[in-house]
């Protein structure tokens, strides 16, 4: 399940589906081949993902690094470095591609070891990003970047998407945002990290000492127009609707956010009336998913960060 402190066990089935279907149509082609470059990957390079996961950063960006190059994903799932090794099998060819147990917070690798270092949705689940940010750059080599892709979900949360769901009144609107602001301040009281994360990295790396910190914004848009005709639209048409008409686990979520809610400083009266307006408009975005009627245009905010570390640093 969770540890006590209720973070997710990415290796359970529930998350690990995540890591995989929610990355299917994360990026565009071509963002990917931008990045590469804008990230400086070249064939040869050794690499380090901290918090792997499957390995999707690896698999991803192989193609710009692997040939002759060295990969090392590592993580603190026995059972995902396991499968992620398996997987691996298949597109780590002509390079080499290691998994390794490890905690990101104490990265078992010496000083100045690999030419870079990477993570993607790791910061926003530790209690202490800046920890492991400092272990990242204390691994890379002097001169080697150090990049983190990591989302503002809060920022994408309190955005107003247009949809084909009816309005909320104002007085809603404020309410929900005032429950995002308040269950993110609860997240992080209770060490659970923080979903704006993806914002602060660029202040986490300049008090770490990196240079020429720069960002990018994925510029996915989250898209779905009747009849949904592209890939993309279809892949995230599956996800709502598995989040909508098949998540066990609501009641678990609701839980969860009921418990940060309060921590951050919200009252039950008002956990309970955002319930109502969740139940209230439940039937009807199902209703619309299974008419095919539903639409949805709304931005996301997810940072790729960048930093050098100084090549008078050790
Ligand atoms: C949201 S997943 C991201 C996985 C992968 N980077 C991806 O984008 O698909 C976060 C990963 O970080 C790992 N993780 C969490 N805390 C960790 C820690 N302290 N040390 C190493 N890995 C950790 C989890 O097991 C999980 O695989």
Redesign the pocket.
């Known amino acids: 399940m969770t540890d006590d402190n209720q ?5 359970e089935e529930h ?1 690990r589906e ?2 995989v279907e ?2 299917k149509a994360m990026w565009l082609d071509d963002t990917i081949e931008k990045l590469a470059a804008w990230l400086e990957l070249r064939p040869g390079m050794t690499i380090i ?9 690896g698999n991803t960006y192989w193609p710009y690094f692997g040939h002759g190059g060295h990969y090392v994903g ?4 026995d059972k ?1 470095v396991e499968d992620a090794a398996k997987a691996a099998a298949v597109w780590a060819i002509e390079g080499k591609a290691d998994f390794v147990k ?4 104490q990265l078992p690798f010496p000083d100045c070891y690999f030419d870079a270092a990477m ?4 910061l ?3 209690e202490h990003p800046k920890t ?1 940010l400092a272990e990242m750059i204390r691994v890379t080599k002097p001169g080697g970047l150090i990049f983190c ?1 990591e989302p503002d979900n809060l920022s994408a949360a309190l955005s107003k998407a247009h949809s084909s769901l009816p309005e909320f009144t104002i007085e809603e609107q404020l309410l929900i945002a005032k429950v995002n602001l308040l269950s993110n301040i609860g997240h992080i009281k209770l060490g659970r990290g923080d979903i704006s994360t993806g914002a602060k990295v660029t202040r986490m790396m300049n008090e770490l000492g990196l240079l020429e910190i720069s960002a990018r914004l994925n510029d996915r848009v989250q898209l779905l127009e009747p009849p949904y005709e592209t890939p993309h639209q279809q892949q995230l048409l599956k996800m709502i609707k598995a989040k909508w008409f098949g998540d066990e686990r609501r009641e678990y979520w609701r839980e969860r956010g009921k418990e940060e809610f309060l921590a951050g400083g919200g009252t039950l009266a008002e956990w309970e009336q955002v319930v109502g307006i969740g139940d209230r408009m439940t039937p009807v975005y199902k209703q619309q998913l299974t008419d095919g009627e539903f639409f949805l245009c709304s931005g996301t905010f997810f940072y790729v960060v960048k930093g050098r570390k100084p090549v008078a640093a050790n």
């Not at 490890?102 to 917070?105: H, K, N, S, T």
């Open positions: 973070k997710p066990d990415w290796s998350w995540m890591l929610q990355r993902d901290v918090g792997c996961g499957l390995g999707y950063l590592i993580d603190n799932s995902l490890g905690d990101a917070y993570c993607q949705t790791l926003m689940h530790l492991a892709l």
